[in-house]
Structure formats: structure tokens, C-alpha cells
């Protein structure tokens, strides 16, 4: 079955050279699968005659094909036991996604190492290129910070922040210690703010001074402390200078000294090497809030197994293409 069929008009059909460097096509290639539709039947149905077939094949394969490292190995696939909408998957194993998808491209002897990870351009025309070693830097930074300030597993942590690389960081940081990231879209007001820290109970926020939208800076910080007022729960603010308003005279940032901090104070000054906290495979790395029915508001998380396996699939360097890490855009919104 032609892929395309039904559609009117194909506004682009990619080149051979780039299918055949995908990493669906070279696992296609390793199991002999000849279309798309044999890769869904072969991975959602178990074929008479064929053992390479079915979920639970699927998914047990595909950790190990994509290279994924578990620090204790899973005793099954998934247990579906208390229903589909409960499946647990990977029991018994546990695993760090800043491990799989940070930590082996920045090893000494890892090609990727100081190949560019992140391209980031601001609204003002600025451009910083992180390489995996400058981020896998940063993040070790974040994790050490965040240990010092009694965060550990299953902790949340907020971000409330502008669009810059070190939102990635951030993340990673959060990732290595086992922390919840608890991402804040900034161009919410108040109020849904506060539900949302109100929600995540997170003690630590990072947010900053502000950012630009449409050419002109929008200040964050105001807002960030009113929904802290309302809420509750956060203990410590760390503030990442955007705008540089920390050494500009005609700007006074609101501060509350026995809870706010700078990014340069605060994260900058700690080390730059730790070792990544091994977790259990449904613990969550990631925590989202979707609209709800009536207005109302739905936490969606993200397991850890679930986050490794769809993170290395996509940067997973398939011939000589080049792995790329990019922020959620969930995290942030303007830069």
C-alpha cells in the first residue's frame, strides 16, 4: 500500500538517503519488515510461525536495539495485571534517562562529545551552540545544586522560565537526582500559575528576570512571586538573569533574600561531575498539566523507561547523522 494514497496533493516525500539513515528504516532492515504496514502488525500483533512479533516482543527488543542501560535489568516486560489503563512496564528494573540520553555522548571517548547538542536563538538575535559536553556541564551543576538543597527521588522541582538553553539543563539536573520536573509555561498568568505550584507542591522554582516577545522584554519575575504568595510550597527561587536586569540601575527586580537566589550565585559556582541516581522504572521524570473537562486540569507524567527508549530513538546517530538534544515545548514558550 502505497503511503500516500488518498491524499490529494504530497507537499514533500523525503529522498531515499534520508529514509535509509532513520533509525525506523534500519530496524526494519535488522527484522526484515518490507513496509510500514508489516512494522505496525509485526509490532502490535503476534504473527502465527512468527516469534519476532507482538507487543511484548516489541518492547523487549527495543531498549536493547536502541542501546538503552538499565542498571538492574527488568524481570518483564509489563504487567498488565490491574488492566491496560494500569500496565506497569519494566517491573523490577531500574534505569536514569540522563544516563542513556546526556551522560554516554559526553564520555572522553564518545564521537558526539563535542558535537553541538543544542542550537538556541534568541528574539534578540542572540545564538549560543551547546555541545553535549557543555550540557552534560551544566546539568551535573543543576544536580549538585539541587542535592544540596535536600531534593532527591520523587521530589518536584518547578520551572517557570524564559526559552534559554539552560531550561535543558535544568531538566537533565532534575533527572540525575530522580526530581520531578514540573514545567510552567511562561506566558501564564497568575493565577494559573499558582494552581499549578499549588498542584506540584514543588520547594524549589527556577524562573527568571523575564524575556522578549515580539522585541519588547516581558518581566517574569512579578508574576513568579505573586503566584508564589498565592500557592505556596516553594522554599527556594532560582532566578536565571535574561534580560540583565540584575546589573541594570533603572530596573529593580523584586527579592525576598532569605528565598531568592541568582543562577550565577546559586548554580554556577558547583561542580561540574556527579553520578546520575538509578530509578525505578515507573517513576515519573516528567510532569505536565492538560486542560481538563469543564476547565478543569489533568496531571500527565512521563515514566522514566518510556522517556529513554522515545529520547534515544530520536537522537540515536543511525549512520552520520548527528544526534541533537532539544527543550521541551512544554517547558518554556519565549525566549
Not at 272 to 289: E, F, G, K
Not at 306 to 323: F, G, I, L, M, Y
Request: net charge negative; hydrophobic share 30%.
Amino acid at each position: 500500500m502505497d503511503a500516500t494514497e488518498g491524499f490529494d496533493e504530497v507537499v514533500h516525500e523525503p529522498g531515499r538517503e534520508f529514509v535509509e539513515s532513520t533509525n525506523v528504516w534500519q530496524f526494519m532492515q535488522t527484522y526484515g519488515i518490507d513496509d510500514y504496514e508489516e512494522l505496525i502488525e509485526r509490532t502490535t500483533t503476534e504473527i502465527d510461525g512468527e516469534p519476532d512479533s507482538g507487543v511484548d516482543w516489541f518492547w523487549d527488543e527495543l531498549p536493547a536495539y536502541l542501546d538503552v542501560e538499565f542498571y538492574e535489568p527488568y524481570d518483564t516486560v509489563r504487567d498488565d495485571s490491574d488492566g491496560p489503563q494500569f500496565t506497569d512496564w519494566y517491573p523490577g528494573g531500574e534505569i536514569n534517562i540522563a544516563h542513556n540520553t546526556l551522560d554516554r555522548y559526553a564520555e572522553v571517548d564518545a564521537p558526539e562529545r563535542n558535537k553541538v547538542a543544542c542550537i538556541w536563538e534568541g528574539e534578540d538575535g542572540d545564538v549560543r551552540e551547546e555541545t553535549f559536553h557543555d550540557l552534560y556541564r551544566q546539568a551535573n551543576r543543576v544536580a549538585n545544586y539541587l542535592e544540596d538543597a535536600g531534593i532527591g527521588t520523587g521530589d518536584t522541582v518547578g520551572l517557570y522560565m524564559p526559552m534559554v538553553p539552560e531550561v535543558i539543563s535544568i531538566l537533565y539536573g532534575c533527572f540525575k537526582v530522580g526530581a520531578i520536573a514540573v514545567p510552567i509555561f511562561s506566558g501564564f498568568g497568575v493565577e494559573a500559575t499558582a494552581t499549578r505550584l499549588d498542584d506540584a507542591e514543588p520547594s524549589v522554582l527556577f524562573t527568571g528576570d523575564g524575556f522578549y516577545r515580539r522585541g519588547s522584554p516581558v518581566r517574569l519575575k512579578e508574576g513568579a512571586d505573586e503566584a508564589i504568595e498565592q500557592a505556596g510550597h516553594v522554599e527556594t527561587v532560582v532566578v536565571y538573569d535574561r534580560l540583565g536586569d540584575r546589573e541594570n540601575p533603572d530596573v529593580a527586580v523584586p527579592w525576598n533574600d532569605d528565598r531568592d537566589e541568582w543562577w550565577d550565585d546559586a548554580v554556577a559556582p558547583r561542580p561540574a561531575s556527579t553520578t546520575p541516581s538509578p530509578c525505578r522504572r515507573t517513576r515519573s521524570r516528567c510532569c505536565c498539566t492538560l486542560p481538563g473537562p469543564r476547565g478543569s486540569r489533568r496531571g500527565s507524567s512521563t515514566p522514566t523507561p518510556a522517556s529513554s527508549c522515545s529520547v534515544r530513538r530520536r537522537s540515536t546517530s543511525a549512520s552520520t547523522r548527528s544526534p541533537r538534544i532539544g527543550s521541551s515545548g512544554s517547558a518554556t514558550s519565549a525566549g
